[in-house]
Protein backbone atom coordinates (compact mmCIF):
# COMPACT_ATOMS: atom_id res chain seq x y z
CA UNK A 1 0.00 0.00 0.00
CA UNK A 2 3.07 2.58 0.83
CA UNK A 3 4.49 1.45 -2.33
CA UNK A 4 1.10 2.11 -3.99
CA UNK A 5 0.78 5.44 -2.41
CA UNK A 6 4.28 6.65 -2.94
CA UNK A 7 4.23 6.41 -6.50
CA UNK A 8 0.92 7.88 -7.27
CA UNK A 9 2.36 10.64 -5.24
CA UNK A 10 5.17 10.91 -7.76
CA UNK A 11 2.93 11.42 -10.79
CA UNK A 12 1.10 13.97 -8.89
CA UNK A 13 4.37 15.47 -9.23
CA UNK A 14 4.78 15.08 -12.75
CA UNK A 15 1.01 16.25 -13.25
CA UNK A 16 1.73 19.88 -11.74
CA UNK A 17 4.87 20.21 -14.03
CA UNK A 18 2.78 19.47 -16.97
CA UNK A 19 -0.21 21.95 -15.68
CA UNK A 20 1.96 25.12 -14.84
CA UNK A 21 5.46 24.44 -17.51
CA UNK A 22 2.67 24.62 -20.37
CA UNK A 23 2.69 28.53 -19.30
CA UNK A 24 6.65 28.61 -20.85
CA UNK A 25 6.44 26.22 -23.89
CA UNK A 26 7.28 29.77 -25.83
CA UNK A 27 10.80 29.66 -24.00
CA UNK A 28 14.36 28.51 -25.61
CA UNK A 29 14.86 26.36 -22.57
CA UNK A 30 11.45 24.59 -23.24
CA UNK A 31 12.96 20.74 -23.16
CA UNK A 32 9.74 19.31 -25.53
CA UNK A 33 9.73 20.71 -29.09
CA UNK A 34 6.13 21.60 -30.28
CA UNK A 35 6.19 19.07 -32.68
CA UNK A 36 6.52 16.41 -30.16
CA UNK A 37 4.13 18.14 -27.55
CA UNK A 38 1.16 17.97 -30.30
CA UNK A 39 1.88 14.37 -30.93
CA UNK A 40 1.92 14.05 -27.36
CA UNK A 41 -1.33 15.80 -27.08
CA UNK A 42 -2.81 14.19 -30.43
CA UNK A 43 -2.46 10.83 -28.91
CA UNK A 44 -3.61 11.57 -25.37
CA UNK A 45 -6.77 12.53 -26.76
CA UNK A 46 -6.89 9.42 -29.29
CA UNK A 47 -6.72 7.25 -25.73
CA UNK A 48 -8.46 9.08 -23.68
CA UNK A 49 -7.90 9.32 -19.37
CA UNK A 50 -8.17 5.29 -19.28
CA UNK A 51 -5.21 5.64 -20.76
CA UNK A 52 -3.54 6.70 -17.33
CA UNK A 53 -4.31 3.25 -16.25
CA UNK A 54 -0.52 2.35 -17.64
CA UNK A 55 1.02 5.02 -16.19
CA UNK A 56 2.64 1.75 -13.86
CA UNK A 57 4.65 1.00 -17.33
CA UNK A 58 8.79 1.88 -17.40
CA UNK A 59 8.66 3.62 -20.28
CA UNK A 60 5.99 5.94 -20.86
CA UNK A 61 4.29 6.28 -17.99
CA UNK A 62 6.15 9.24 -16.89
CA UNK A 63 5.32 11.00 -20.06
CA UNK A 64 1.19 10.36 -19.74
CA UNK A 65 1.00 11.52 -16.50
CA UNK A 66 3.06 15.09 -17.56
CA UNK A 67 0.57 14.90 -20.75
CA UNK A 68 -2.44 14.48 -18.79
CA UNK A 69 -1.35 17.54 -17.21
CA UNK A 70 -0.63 19.25 -20.41
CA UNK A 71 -3.87 18.44 -21.16
CA UNK A 72 -5.64 19.55 -18.04
CA UNK A 73 -6.93 16.17 -16.80
CA UNK A 74 -8.98 16.72 -13.73
CA UNK A 75 -6.62 16.05 -10.57
CA UNK A 76 -9.56 13.75 -9.39
CA UNK A 77 -9.93 11.79 -12.33
CA UNK A 78 -6.19 11.99 -12.66
CA UNK A 79 -5.21 10.67 -9.22
CA UNK A 80 -7.72 7.55 -9.13
CA UNK A 81 -6.87 6.26 -12.66
CA UNK A 82 -3.16 6.27 -12.10
CA UNK A 83 -3.61 5.24 -8.47
CA UNK A 84 -5.91 2.25 -9.87
CA UNK A 85 -3.30 0.79 -12.36
CA UNK A 86 -0.27 1.50 -10.05
CA UNK A 87 -2.03 -0.24 -7.06
CA UNK A 88 -2.94 -2.85 -9.80
CA UNK A 89 0.54 -3.17 -10.48
CA UNK A 90 2.01 -3.99 -7.08
CA UNK A 91 -1.20 -6.33 -5.64
CA UNK A 92 -0.58 -8.66 -9.12
CA UNK A 93 3.54 -8.52 -7.76
CA UNK A 94 2.64 -9.32 -4.18
CA UNK A 95 0.13 -12.05 -5.81
CA UNK A 96 3.00 -13.45 -7.74
CA UNK A 97 5.57 -13.29 -4.30
CA UNK A 98 2.58 -14.94 -1.94
CA UNK A 99 2.68 -17.50 -4.62
CA UNK A 100 6.06 -18.31 -4.76
CA UNK A 101 5.95 -18.15 -0.94
CA UNK A 102 8.65 -15.46 -1.37
CA UNK A 103 6.53 -13.36 1.08
Not at 5 to 22: A, K, Q
Amino acid sequence: MAASLGNSLGSVCNWLLGRYLLHFENRPWFPVSRARLGRSQHWFQRYGRWSLLFAWLPVGGDGLTVVAGFMRVPFVQFFVLTALGKSARYAFLLGIALGMGAV
